[in-house]
């Protein structure tokens, strides 16, 4: 089994501390290491370092490679050959293909190789335990079916996909028993479940984000889990589900991988989810009863950090009176709040954001007026990361610029 990261996106739900050219995968909002290092070193429980690959593009190709030969140790080394590059952004259905490809071609894998696919910027523990389910799921793939990794829900939320379970395997009896009564057969797949997998279900259905009402639903029924975007499939069953549901992506992987890369930019736009996962019928869904965070906007990071007696996350020089239930992140200024309850502050150098909690999800529109308007701080940070280091603009104007 070898392991695919997912680390190509800009992360602007978290602007104005992630951006485009230094998104949130590479950031530390949790101690000394990156969340990108975070889950290498999740996954070091299950696979040598020489068995994880990072799919990016070229602009964060030095980030992936610096970040993660930090954790090289003795003989378990990575290596810049460990790096997959996007020649453009396709979505996550390509991506997977990409990733495919070069585990055929550049590595040598055989189609029975079973890959575990996963974003790189999510928080999961114990890491323990989520590594015993990984190997599980590494055991019901090589049956045929494509596992995708549900987390069970700790509320009704409105900012995931849902995943509907069908029928529960129980080892005891090797027989499928309804939960809830009369859900579709599971038709696809190489037969029956492995015995060990006591808890994995196949898919009903995927659900898009629901309204709050909805969720509440969800949560109740007690069968409905948020979709985690984590995957692990055998190459041959993906190329097959390929063939049935996108064949354009399936001719292409019979290209060299020359000719694949080249053609990259002409395959569907689309993610994994609608291309393949909400029409196989050869999916099952492993819940993950563990505390699981996709850090999809600042509320998701207030939930998961640290926080003091009255509420309140501070990283950087902060000083509250006053203040509880409040999240307060600067950089180099300092920050005093007086009189808050259920705000949100980020400071940087170039930008400040200002939210009621709760209302973070609409960051994304701040960061649209700022591309409509072609305002640099969409993107651009005031420091910038290169190979050989960094630089900050300390001054620009019409005909110069100052770097430190």
């Known amino acids: 089994m070898k392991a695919i ?3 190509g996106g800009s992360g602007t739900r978290l602007w104005p501390l992630s951006r485009k050219n230094y998104p949130k995968q590479f950031l530390k909002l949790k101690g000394e290491k990156s969340l990108l290092q975070d889950t290498a070193l999740r996954l070091l429980k299950v696979f040598p370092l020489e068995d994880i690959m990072v799919l990016t593009n070229s602009e ?3 980030h992936v490679i610096s ?3 930090s954790l090289s140790t003795g003989s378990n080394n990575f290596s810049n050959d460990n790096v997959i590059l996007e020649p453009v952004a396709r979505n996550t259905a390509p991506a997977i293909a990409l990733g495919i490809k070069y585990c055929l071609e550049k590595l040598g894998c055989s189609e029975n190789e079973v890959l575990f696919v996963s974003p790189s910027d999510h928080i999961i523990r114990p890491a323990e335990t989520f590594s015993d389910y990984v190997r599980l799921s590494e055991e019901i793939a090589k049956k045929g079916f494509i596992v995708t990794f549900g987390i069970k829900p700790a509320r009704p939320e409105t900012g995931y996909g849902y995943i509907k379970a069908g029928m529960q395997y129980v080892p005891s009896t090797q027989q499928f028993t309804t939960n809830p009564p ?3 057969i599971l038709k696809g797949g190489g037969g029956e479940l ?5 808890g994995c279900f196949p898919v009903e259905k995927f659900t898009e984000k629901p309204d709050i009402e909805t969720a509440k639903k969800y949560v109740d029924e007690g069968n409905y889990y948020w979709n985690s975007g984590m995957f692990a499939f055998s190459i041959k069953t993906m190329m097959e589900e390929f063939e049935k549901y996108v064949p354009a992506i399936r001719k ?3 290209l060299g991988f020359d000719e694949f890369i080249s053609g990259f930019q002409d395959m569907p736009d689309i993610s994994i989810d609608y291309a393949i996962a909400e029409k196989s019928d050869r999916m099952a869904v492993l819940p993950l009863d563990i505390f699981w965070n996709d850090i999809g906007s600042w509320d998701s990071l207030y939930d998961v950090v640290e926080k003091d007696e009255r509420g309140n996350v501070k990283m950087g020089r902060v000083i509250t009176v006053d203040t509880k239930d409040t999240l307060v992140i600067g950089e180099k200024r300092l920050i005093s709040t ?3 309850e259920d705000c949100l502050i980020v400071d940087t150098e170039d930008a400040l954001l200002i939210s009621k909690r709760g209302e973070t999800q609409k960051v994304k529109e701040v960061v649209n007026r700022l591309k409509e308007e072609k305002r640099k701080e969409a993107d651009e940070h005031v420091t910038t990361y290169r190979p050989w280091g960094s630089y900050t603009v300390l001054e620009e104007g019409e005909r110069y ?3 430190r």
């Not at 492995?194 to 006591?198: C, E, F, G, K």
């Open 5 to 7: 990261l997912l680390a």
């Open 182 to 184: 009369n859900p579709p």
């Open 60 to 62: 964060y190709k030095f």
């Open 67 to 69: 970040h993660l030969k």
């Open 338 to 340: 007086i009189g808050l």
């Open 401 to 403: 610029k100052i770097k």
């Open 252 to 254: 292409a992987l019979d």
């Open 194 to 198: 492995p015995n060990q997998s006591a």
